[in-house]
């Protein structure tokens, strides 16, 4: 009797830190996730939007899962390993496909996306018109499923790597002055994601340090050196970007949020390589020139492939591989407070919107 009791006693604890190991979620249920942004976080958007030719639908992109699948990197991006770890267990598709499912939450992500829409830029969409198109579609979920449901935000990038192309002798006045219009843009959308889409859960990553990227140092022929204007910019963006979500949320008293510093992060892997199990964190892993930084995909570039993707920081002239991709992952997920703040997105997913009324939502 006292060995069936044990027996009871074991499945009841195993059963309890099973759950236990789950994002602990107000429904009972894994939120839903959305994703904004640009190419970081695209999953093939690109594809269905631009006729022009399409690199990461191209080998060697997602030679870690055996095929491209429109994501730029060899196999996984960042929002593919948050989905799993709250709880969603299939890849959330590219809105623009229509034979997509969205039962799960959507990506509206795409390659080159600007938080400032240039007349210029035909192909592809810009942060606000991505928040439209959500906006647009917003009724196919309730207000619960909207409220309780998780945005990841990255934008901004391109902004600032198309400033430094077009304005290469800009002063600190100039630069500082696009830095205001960008977050002014950023948070004006954000705004009305809120209002407008009944967003409640936004997971923001803050800007990597651009100025150091492969195809930088490689097309700005900085040498060792990272691109000092445009990480200038960057650094402003962050900091300006945190107190932008901390004011909204004084008006806005039901919004929550996780972010994210991707700077951090990024910045310690290429200072200290060895520390996180690379041996490159300056030249890309596939492309060509002097940081085999460009023409990925490109069927008439030829292209060089690293033999070891997980000892390359970056895949290609500016995007990481599935490895630090994960690993950014985790830590957004349930980094601590010196990583991702106020709270990380296990702790974001927990807080409950159940108590807001009805108009707010």
């Avoid at 006693?9 to 195993?14: E, R, T």
């Avoid at 890309?284 to 940081?291: E, L, N």
């Avoid at 490895?323 to 997913?349: C, M």
Wanted: charged share 20%; net charge neutral; hydrophobic share 35%.
């Amino acid at each position: 009797m006292a060995k069936n009791r044990n027996i009871i006693i074991f499945i009841g604890v195993l059963t309890s830190l099973t759950f236990a190991s789950f994002p602990a979620n107000v429904s009972g249920e894994p939120p839903l996730l959305f994703t904004f942004g640009d190419s970081s976080y695209d999953v093939g958007n690109t594809k269905f939007f631009s006729s022009e030719y399409y690199p990461a639908a191209m080998w060697p992109y997602g030679e870690s899962l055996d095929k491209p699948s429109g994501r730029w990197c060899d196999g996984n991006i960042v929002p593919d390993f948050v989905g799993r770890l709250i709880g969603i267990h299939e890849p959330i598709p590219p809105v623009l496909d229509p034979k997509a499912g969205l039962s799960h939450g959507a990506s509206f992500a795409v390659a080159g996306a600007t938080v400032l829409l240039s007349q210029s830029q035909s192909d592809t969409m810009s942060f606000g018109q991505q928040v439209s198109k959500f906006v647009e579609l917003s009724k196919k979920w309730s207000d619960k499923e909207r409220g309780e449901a998780v945005y990841m935000i990255y934008i901004g990038a391109d902004d600032y790597l198309n400033f430094a192309k077009s304005h290469p002798n800009a002063n600190r006045v100039e630069q500082l002055a696009h830095v205001v219009t960008v977050l002014q843009r950023f948070s004006r959308e954000m705004m009305r994601l809120y209002k407008s889409g009944g967003a409640r859960k936004l997971a923001v990553q803050n800007l990597g340090p651009l100025g150091c990227l492969p195809i930088v140092r490689q097309e700005f022929t900085i040498g060792g050196s990272c691109m000092e204007m445009v990480n200038f910019m960057v650094t402003t963006h962050n900091e300006r970007l945190s107190r932008v979500l901390s004011a909204m949320t004084v008006p806005y008293r039901s919004l929550r949020y996780s972010l994210f510093d991707l700077n951090g992060e990024i910045t310690r892997r290429i200072n200290e390589p060895a520390r996180y199990g690379y041996t490159d964190t300056t030249t890309s892993c596939c492309g060509t020139g002097s940081r085999n930084a460009y023409g990925c995909g490109y069927s008439n570039v030829h292209s060089k492939l690293c033999s070891y993707q997980k000892s390359f920081l970056f895949f290609d002239g500016r995007h990481t591989t599935e490895k630090t991709n994960e690993d950014i992952a985790n830590l957004f997920y349930s980094g601590d407070k010196h990583i991702v703040s106020p709270v990380n997105i296990r702790d974001l997913v927990g807080k409950s919107v159940t108590n807001l009324p009805v108009q707010e939502i």
